[in-house]
């Protein structure tokens, strides 16, 4: 049985697609079969990452009932699998997004993890790609903006009935005035996974004529191995994961925030 991770960070351009493409190859690094979703039907671009150029069949065929999901897998670097999304606006318009979790439920028994990776915002195409996985892992940046998408996109999990695992925080420099990973996990009430710092050679590996995941442009390098040390955490050792403190007060009002507005 997969388990089956989404994505999410409600603010756009946090690094949703970079954790997923590199999370995904950390763990197939680590011996699992691991299938990576493009849910982001929308705004699709996992693919570019993976190095999956014009795939034929995408996961708009699938969505459509035109193809199977199988005819839509392709082939990722170490052994990865990936399911891309499609760039037709008028397929994305026509797609009925909810058939994403009859989908993912159709290939549970084949993988040990999926990973959708997920739209940006709360509606409908985010609501499918939560409905369809059995655990959610939250990615933020170290900002107030990002954090207050991030914990309402919680919200709209736990609305779900979906389980929050934990989040990760990406783009971390640790600048004067950067919100902290336990202020983080506070505010969140989840466990962190880790951090990825702000890295050059991340910004760079997405500037290359052919755009390159991480773990494959620089191997080696410290962020590439805070990817690794989220998939250790993640493939069972969960003893390792830091624990929230479930102590309110630091963000409580942004919490009053919300409430007051009955989001
Ligand atoms: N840790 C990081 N350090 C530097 N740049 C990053 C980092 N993570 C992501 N980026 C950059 O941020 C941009 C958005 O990342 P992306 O994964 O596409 O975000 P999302 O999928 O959430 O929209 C990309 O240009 C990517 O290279
Ligand atoms: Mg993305």
């Known amino acids: 049985m997969s388990e089956v991770i989404a994505i999410v960070s409600g603010k756009g351009g946090v ?12 763990l197939s690094e680590l011996g699992h079969l691991v299938l990576v979703i493009d849910a982001d039907i929308a705004m699709s671009n996992l693919s570019l990452l993976i190095g999956v150029d014009n795939p034929p069949i995408t996961l708009h065929d699938v969505l459509l009932g035109s193809s199977s999901a199988a005819d839509a897998t392709y082939e990722g670097p170490k052994n ?3 399911i891309p999304s499609g760039l037709s606006i008028s397929n994305y318009q026509r797609v009925d997004v909810e058939r994403l979790v009859s989908i993912v439920k159709s290939l549970k028994n084949e993988y040990d993890y999926i990973l959708i990776d997920a739209p940006a915002g709360i509606d409908k195409n985010v609501i499918a790609a939560m409905s369809a996985s059995s655990q959610i892992l939250l990615i933020t940046e170290p900002t107030a903006p990002s954090v207050a998408d991030v914990f309402k996109a919680k919200i709209v999990a736990e609305r779900l009935n979906q389980k929050v695992m934990g ?3 990406n783009k971390f420099s ?3 005035g950067e919100i902290t990973e336990k ?18 050679d991340i910004r760079e590996s997405f500037l290359l004529k052919k755009i390159k995941p991480i773990l494959i442009h620089n191997s080696a390098s410290p962020s590439s191995n805070s990817f690794r040390d989220i998939a250790r955490k993640i493939s069972g050792k ?7 403190n479930t102590k309110k007060g630091l963000f409580s009002f942004l919490r009053k925030m919300f409430s007051k507005n009955k989001i």
Do not use: C, F, Q, W
Request: hydrophobic content about 45%; cysteine-free.
């Open 15 to 26: 690094g949703k697609t970079t954790l997923t493409a590199n999370l995904g190859i950390a």
């Open 80 to 82: 990865l699998k990936i």
């Open 167 to 169: 989040v990760v925080i």
């Open 174 to 176: 640790g600048i004067k």
């Open 183 to 200: 202020e983080i996990m506070k505010m969140l009430e989840v466990p962190s996974y880790g951090k990825i710092p702000y890295a050059e």
């Open 238 to 244: 969960k003893d390792e994961v830091v624990k929230s």
